[in-house]
């Protein structure tokens, strides 16, 4: 494996530690969902990579999650679930954190 793809595999196992704590409860709606993306998303790439997403429907968020979710296999269902809702549905309360 040459370096420059050992350290992208790093490196996605590192987003998925820390977009998915192990033991992160399910995200709630509104305000306290865009503080748990705001928390989560600045620690692993920042945040206008999601914010850039933004608008995306539930099918695009559901297959993101997902995908990240196999480098966390840790992360439970209820979780990602709720994640996908926040992203997909609760658009204004994240846009706000994204026009800080």
Not at 55 to 66: E, K, L, P
Request: charged residues 20%; aromatic residues 4%; glycine residues 6%.
């Amino acid at each position: 494996m040459n370096m420059a793809r050992g350290g992208m595999v790093k490196g996605m196992v590192l987003l998925a530690v820390l977009f998915f704590p192990v033991t992160a409860p399910p995200l709630a709606a509104g305000r306290q969902c865009a503080e748990a993306l705001k928390d989560s998303c600045l620690s692993c790439h920042g945040l206008a990579r999601t914010c850039r997403e933004l608008g995306r429907d539930t099918s695009y968020w559901r297959n993101t999650v997902a995908r990240m979710a196999r480098y966390a296999p840790s992360i439970s269902e209820e979780s990602q679930a709720a994640l996908v809702s926040c992203l997909a549905k609760e658009k204004r309360a994240v846009k706000e954190i994204c026009q800080q």
